[in-house]
C-alpha cells in the first residue's frame, strides 16, 4: 500500500545537483514486446523499471517469454518467436502502452486472449483499435469500448489494409504496426496501416514505433503521411539502448527554472528523441512562457508546464489538449482542481482548452492545498514543482509515481527537498 499524503517543503533556495531521469516508459515497453516477439536473446539496456513496464514484462511472461532482471536497468529477453497462450487474462493495470500494444500483438496468439487493467484503464478507449482489428477480420470484442479486450487469435496477424482513427490515442497506430510484421511466415502479405481521420495524437511516439521496429529486424516503409506498409519479416532478436525519459525530465527542467538552480540531468535536451523533449525550448522561456501552447505533440508534458505557467508573468492558454481527458484521469480537470485548490481562479476550463491565469507572487507565500492526484503519477509529479515555490502543498496518493518513476521523491530530496506530513 502506498503513503496517502506527503507535504513538499519549500527549499528555500535554488536546486542543483546531479539528478537523472530513469529510462524512457515509451521505449521500453515498445523494446519489451518487439523482443519479446522476436525469436532469440535480446538485452535491452537503459531500461525503466517502473509498474508500467512491469506489467509489460510479466505479460510477456505469461506468454512463454523469459525476461531476466539482471540489474535495475537492464531486461534480458528471450523469445521463440511466437507469443503462446495465456492461462489467465492479462493484467496491465493502467498501462496504457502495455494495453494498446498487446491488444494488436496478442492477435499473433494460436487461442484466447484477455487483456484487462485496473478501474482507471477500464475508462479509457480502445474501441477504435479494436473495430481495426475485426476488420482485418480478427475476432476481438471489448464490450463496453474499453478494456477488458478479448482476442481470439489463430496464430498469425492479419494482412491486408486497415484504417485506424487515432483521434484518440495514437497508440493504437504504434500497437498496428508493431503487430504488422507478425502475419503468417513465409506469407508475401504486408499490412497497410492508414489514418482514417487526419487527426492523432502525438505524432512523435509513431516515430518511436518505427525506431524501434527497425532496431528489431522490421521493415517499414512510410507511404505518405497517414500510410505505413509493413512487410511480414517478423522480428529479430537485438541489443537495444533506452535512452532517459524525457516525460520525467520535464520535472526537473523545470524545478531548475522555478528555483533557479542548475540540475545537471547527465544528457542534453536536444539528445532525446521523445516528443515530450520539445517541452525544454518552452521550460527554458519561463518567465516568460508565450501566451498559447499548443500541447497536442507534447502532451504528457503538459502537466509540467500548466503547474509552472501559474508562476508566470502572463497568462497561459494550453490548446490541443483535448486526448489529455482520457489518460490516466481527465487530466484538464484534475489540472484545473489542483491549481484552484491552491488559488482560487488560477485555472479556468474552457472547452477542452486550460487557461493558467499566472500569479509570481504565489511564489514564497504558505497556501494549504491537498491536491487530488486521482492515481495519476503526473498530476503528482507536476503539482510537487508547485510545493518547491509555495508552502503546504500536500499531494495525495504521492506514491502513485510509480507507474513510470518509481524514485521521483528520493530524487528530489537527493537534490535538497524535504517532505513533512507523510502518512
Ligand atoms: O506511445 C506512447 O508511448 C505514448 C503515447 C501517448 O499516448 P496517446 O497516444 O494515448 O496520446 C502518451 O501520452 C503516452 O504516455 C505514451
Ligand atoms: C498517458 C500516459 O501513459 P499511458 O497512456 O502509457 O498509460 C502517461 O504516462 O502520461
Redesign the pocket.
Same mark, same amino acid.
Given at each position: 500500500m502506498g503513503r496517502a499524503k506527503l507535504t513538499i517543503l519549500p527549499p528555500g533556495k535554488p536546486l542543483s545537483g546531479r539528478a537523472m531521469p530513469p529510462g524512457s516508459?515509451?521505449i521500453t515497453?515498445r523494446a519489451l514486446l518487439l523482443a519479446g516477439l522476436a525469436s532469440g536473446t535480446s538485452r535491452l539496456t537503459g531500461a525503466l523499471r517502473s509498474d508500467?513496464t512491469r506489467y509489460m514484462a510479466d505479460a510477456l511472461r505469461a506468454m512463454g517469454v523469459s525476461v531476466d532482471e539482471p540489474d535495475e536497468t537492464t531486461f534480458v529477453v528471450t523469445g521463440s518467436g511466437k507469443l503462446l497462450p495465456p492461462s489467465a487474462p492479462l493484467f496491465l493495470g493502467?498501462?496504457?502502452?502495455?494495453?494498446?500494444f498487446l491488444t494488436a500483438a496478442v492477435a499473433s496468439v494460436d487461442g484466447t486472449v484477455v487483456v484487462d487493467g485496473d478501474e482507471h484503464?477500464r475508462k479509457?478507449p480502445i474501441g477504435p483499435l479494436v473495430v481495426a482489428l475485426k476488420s482485418l477480420g480478427i475476432d476481438a470484442e471489448a464490450p463496453t469500448g474499453c478494456p477488458p479486450v478479448t482476442v481470439r487469435g489463430n496464430g498469425h496477424f492479419a494482412s491486408g489494409r486497415v484504417e485506424i482513427d487515432a483521434g484518440l490515442?495514437s497508440?493504437y497506430v504504434s500497437a498496428l504496426l508493431m503487430a504488422g510484421p507478425l502475419v503468417s511466415q513465409g506469407a508475401n502479405a504486408p499490412l497497410t496501416v492508414a489514418l482514417a481521420g487526419a487527426e492523432i495524437g502525438a505524432r512523435g511516439y509513431v516515430d518511436l514505433t518505427l525506431a524501434a521496429m527497425q532496431a528489431f529486424g522490421a521493415k517499414v516503409e512510410q507511404i505518405d503521411a497517414a500510410t505505413w506498409k509493413v512487410e511480414p519479416t517478423g522480428y529479430s532478436a537485438a541489443d537495444f539502448v533506452i535512452e532517459p525519459d524525457a516525460?520525467a525530465a520535464t520535472y526537473l527542467w523545470a524545478a531548475e527554472v522555478l528555483t533557479g538552480g542548475a540540475i545537471d540531468l547527465g544528457v542534453a535536451a536536444t539528445a532525446f528523441t521523445q516528443p515530450d523533449a520539445k517541452a525544454y525550448e518552452l521550460i527554458a522561456q519561463f518567465p516568460h512562457l508565450p501566451a498559447e501552447i499548443d500541447g497536442s505533440q507534447m502532451? &504528457?508534458a503538459v502537466?509540467t508546464l500548466a503547474v509552472l505557467a501559474a508562476f508566470n508573468e502572463t497568462p497561459v492558454r494550453f490548446t490541443g489538449i483535448a486526448n489529455l481527458r482520457v489518460?490516466?484521469c481527465d487530466?484538464v480537470r484534475a489540472l484545473s482542481l489542483g491549481l484552484n485548490a491552491i488559488r482560487e481562479g488560477l485555472a479556468t476550463e474552457e472547452g477542452d482548452d486550460l487557461i493558467v491565469a499566472s500569479d509570481p507572487s504565489l511564489a514564497g507565500q504558505t497556501l494549504p492545498a491537498e491536491i487530488n492526484t486521482f492515481a &495519476?503519477?503526473?498530476i503528482a509529479m507536476s503539482f510537487a514543482l508547485a510545493g518547491l515555490m509555495i508552502g503546504g502543498v500536500t499531494i495525495l496518493d504521492p506514491d502513485c509515481v510509480a507507474?513510470?518513476f518509481p524514485s521521483y521523491w528520493d530524487v528530489l530530496a537527493s537534490l535538497g527537498v524535504e517532505y513533512t506530513d507523510i502518512v
Open positions: 516508459k515509451s515497453n508500467d493502467n498501462a496504457g502502452t502495455a494495453t494498446r484503464m479509457r490515442s497508440q516525460s502532451q &504528457d502537466p489518460k490516466e487530466r &495519476d503519477h503526473r507507474k513510470t
